[in-house]
């Protein structure tokens, strides 16, 4: 076997422990939703990949965490719920993560207080 095919082996397999670490899935369910696309891997599979490399797996999303250098972006949106204007601002930082989402009724300082900015 060319180490090409072992390889991608390896990849469909962590993949596939990836799915089960990441969303509420059965090992069985791993092994039919990628047999549905063609990809056939038994759930024993994703087993021992799990007990190999669970561990890196959960933690790849702390690893995540925004960082106090990360790049910002903001964005604004005025909504009308039940007659009130109420402004609605999302953060997403570089890598697309959206670590909060703030609603309130009044109108928003154009710079954020030092709270916001360390939270």
């Keep these: ?3 090409f095919r072992r390889q ?18 059965s090992l069985r369910m791993v092994e039919e939703m990628l047999a549905s696309r063609g990809i056939l891997v038994s759930h024993e599979t994703v087993r021992q990949r799990g007990l ?19 790049n ?12 009130k204007r109420q402004y609605l601002r999302r953060t997403v930082d570089r890598v ?6 703030l609603c309130r009724a009044g109108a928003m300082p154009r710079r954020p207080s030092a ?3 360390n939270c």
């Design 8 to 25: 991608r082996r390896k990849g469909v397999a962590m993949t596939a422990a990836w799915l089960y670490f990441r969303f509420p899935l």
């Design 52 to 70: 190999t490399f669970g561990r890196g797996i959960a933690d790849q999303p702390r690893r995540r965490a925004p960082q106090r250098g990360d």
């Design 96 to 101: 697309g993560f959206v670590p909060n989402v």
């Design 115 to 117: 709270c916001s900015a």
């Design 1 to 3: 076997m060319s180490n």
């Design 72 to 83: 910002w972006h903001l964005g604004e949106v005025v909504l009308n719920i039940a007659g």
